[in-house]
């Protein structure tokens, strides 16, 4: 939602900069904006959790991790969603549900902790996959959509401060 919004504010000032036609402040300001939103974007928006029946795919910024059903051995739920490989890896899910605050409780009895509805989903399709025989351990490599997107950004950035230092 932050992201979002400024994201729009952010397209809002550039656009009303153009209108009034001062080009220069649309060029001192779109790196600078760009950036900002990129970083927004990759932290809040981009970090996800995708399931399908090969693998648990896991976006992290910058990063993204495929772990196939077969060497999953163990998921937790602590502050975030963590997978253990049969290997002994440990991936981190930013992109999941975190511990949700456990429901008020009468006097005398323990406070309920409730799973979230992501975290069963996750652990019935692992249920279900995880008897599939294959071989090959997790695969982490870069998130080229973001690193492509916040190349551009900083592109955008370095014009940006160019403009600034040699038009003024």
Known sequence: MAAGLVAVLGLFLLVDAAVRGSWIVVLDA?????????????????????????????????????????????????????IETVAGRRVQCWGGPSLPRPKPARRGERAVLRQPDEMTVLLDRWAEQRAVAGDGDAVRGWDRPAVIVGAVALALLVVSLLSLTLGG
């Open 30 to 82: 779109v790196g600078p904006i760009a950036v900002l939103v990129w970083v927004l974007w990759v932290l809040t928006y981009r970090p996800c959790i995708r399931i399908d029946d090969t693998a648990v795919t896991v976006v992290n910024p910058l990063r993204r991790t495929v772990v196939p059903w077969h060497a999953v051995a163990d998921v937790k739920l602590r502050w975030q969603i963590v």
